[in-house]
Protein backbone atom coordinates (compact mmCIF):
# COMPACT_ATOMS: atom_id res chain seq x y z
CA UNK A 1 0.00 0.00 0.00
CA UNK A 2 2.52 2.24 0.84
CA UNK A 3 4.78 1.33 -2.30
CA UNK A 4 1.77 1.76 -3.99
CA UNK A 5 0.99 5.48 -3.01
CA UNK A 6 5.05 6.14 -3.35
CA UNK A 7 4.71 5.52 -6.81
CA UNK A 8 1.14 7.17 -7.57
CA UNK A 9 3.29 10.36 -5.88
CA UNK A 10 6.79 10.12 -7.95
CA UNK A 11 5.17 9.60 -10.95
CA UNK A 12 2.57 13.01 -10.45
CA UNK A 13 5.91 14.88 -9.57
CA UNK A 14 7.59 13.76 -12.52
CA UNK A 15 4.53 14.89 -15.20
CA UNK A 16 4.35 18.20 -13.01
CA UNK A 17 7.47 19.03 -13.25
CA UNK A 18 7.46 18.27 -17.17
CA UNK A 19 4.64 20.14 -17.62
CA UNK A 20 5.92 23.00 -15.95
CA UNK A 21 9.08 22.32 -18.09
CA UNK A 22 7.46 22.37 -21.47
CA UNK A 23 5.53 25.33 -20.71
CA UNK A 24 8.55 27.66 -19.54
CA UNK A 25 11.02 26.61 -22.44
CA UNK A 26 11.03 29.07 -24.75
CA UNK A 27 9.21 31.61 -22.60
CA UNK A 28 5.33 32.11 -24.11
CA UNK A 29 4.83 31.14 -27.43
CA UNK A 30 2.48 33.87 -29.41
CA UNK A 31 0.14 33.64 -32.70
CA UNK A 32 0.66 35.99 -35.25
CA UNK A 33 -2.00 37.91 -33.83
CA UNK A 34 -1.02 38.09 -29.94
CA UNK A 35 2.14 39.26 -31.85
CA UNK A 36 0.91 41.81 -33.71
CA UNK A 37 -1.08 43.14 -31.21
CA UNK A 38 1.61 43.16 -29.03
CA UNK A 39 3.88 45.41 -31.46
CA UNK A 40 1.10 47.65 -32.67
CA UNK A 41 0.84 48.62 -28.84
CA UNK A 42 4.79 48.71 -28.54
CA UNK A 43 4.70 51.24 -31.59
CA UNK A 44 1.97 53.70 -30.30
CA UNK A 45 3.56 53.42 -27.07
CA UNK A 46 7.23 54.00 -27.95
CA UNK A 47 6.33 56.53 -30.68
CA UNK A 48 2.83 57.66 -30.40
CA UNK A 49 1.14 56.40 -33.96
CA UNK A 50 -2.52 57.34 -34.41
CA UNK A 51 -5.07 54.99 -35.68
CA UNK A 52 -4.52 54.89 -39.41
CA UNK A 53 -0.97 53.96 -38.31
CA UNK A 54 -1.69 51.16 -36.17
CA UNK A 55 -3.82 49.59 -38.90
CA UNK A 56 -1.49 50.00 -41.73
CA UNK A 57 1.01 48.61 -38.40
CA UNK A 58 -1.34 46.06 -37.85
CA UNK A 59 -1.96 44.93 -41.88
CA UNK A 60 2.24 45.12 -42.18
CA UNK A 61 3.32 42.78 -38.80
CA UNK A 62 0.47 40.16 -39.61
CA UNK A 63 2.09 39.83 -43.10
CA UNK A 64 5.44 39.58 -41.69
CA UNK A 65 4.13 37.49 -39.10
CA UNK A 66 2.73 34.48 -41.77
CA UNK A 67 5.89 35.09 -43.84
CA UNK A 68 8.28 34.46 -40.78
CA UNK A 69 6.17 31.45 -39.72
CA UNK A 70 7.04 30.12 -42.95
CA UNK A 71 10.59 30.83 -43.34
CA UNK A 72 11.31 29.42 -39.64
CA UNK A 73 9.41 26.00 -40.80
CA UNK A 74 12.01 25.66 -43.16
CA UNK A 75 14.73 27.23 -41.05
CA UNK A 76 15.79 29.83 -43.46
CA UNK A 77 17.50 32.50 -41.34
CA UNK A 78 18.36 34.65 -44.00
CA UNK A 79 15.08 34.21 -45.43
CA UNK A 80 13.37 35.78 -41.88
CA UNK A 81 16.10 38.56 -41.26
CA UNK A 82 15.30 39.58 -44.82
CA UNK A 83 11.23 39.61 -43.72
CA UNK A 84 12.35 41.30 -40.31
CA UNK A 85 14.35 44.03 -42.47
CA UNK A 86 11.26 44.79 -45.12
CA UNK A 87 8.63 44.89 -42.30
CA UNK A 88 10.74 47.26 -40.40
CA UNK A 89 11.28 49.32 -43.53
CA UNK A 90 7.16 49.23 -44.28
CA UNK A 91 6.64 50.70 -40.87
CA UNK A 92 8.98 53.17 -41.48
CA UNK A 93 7.28 54.45 -44.27
CA UNK A 94 3.81 54.85 -42.81
CA UNK A 95 5.71 57.40 -39.96
CA UNK A 96 6.33 60.97 -39.75
CA UNK A 97 9.58 62.17 -40.32
CA UNK A 98 9.98 62.98 -36.37
CA UNK A 99 8.06 58.75 -35.74
CA UNK A 100 10.55 57.75 -38.13
CA UNK A 101 13.30 59.42 -36.16
CA UNK A 102 12.10 57.92 -32.77
CA UNK A 103 11.68 54.48 -34.14
CA UNK A 104 15.33 54.20 -35.18
CA UNK A 105 16.40 54.96 -32.11
CA UNK A 106 14.03 52.36 -30.71
CA UNK A 107 15.46 49.58 -33.15
CA UNK A 108 19.04 50.68 -32.00
CA UNK A 109 18.24 50.16 -28.43
CA UNK A 110 16.60 46.36 -29.82
CA UNK A 111 19.07 43.48 -29.07
CA UNK A 112 20.34 42.00 -32.42
CA UNK A 113 18.96 38.47 -33.48
CA UNK A 114 19.30 35.99 -34.78
CA UNK A 115 22.95 35.79 -33.52
CA UNK A 116 22.89 31.93 -32.29
CA UNK A 117 23.04 30.92 -28.57
CA UNK A 118 23.86 33.85 -26.26
CA UNK A 119 24.54 36.55 -28.82
CA UNK A 120 26.99 38.62 -29.59
CA UNK A 121 29.34 38.01 -26.58
CA UNK A 122 32.68 38.21 -26.12
CA UNK A 123 34.76 35.50 -25.57
CA UNK A 124 36.92 34.89 -22.00
CA UNK A 125 39.66 37.11 -23.77
CA UNK A 126 41.75 34.36 -24.97
CA UNK A 127 40.25 34.47 -28.19
CA UNK A 128 42.44 37.27 -30.62
Known amino acids: MKLKSLIVAAATLVLSTTTLMAQNRGGEKMDCEEMTKRRVETLTKEIKINAEQQKEATKIYTKSCKDSQAAMQSQDREKIRQIREESNK ?10 AKLWKEYLAKQPQRGQGRGGNQRGNGNNK
Open 90 to 99: AIEAILTPEQ
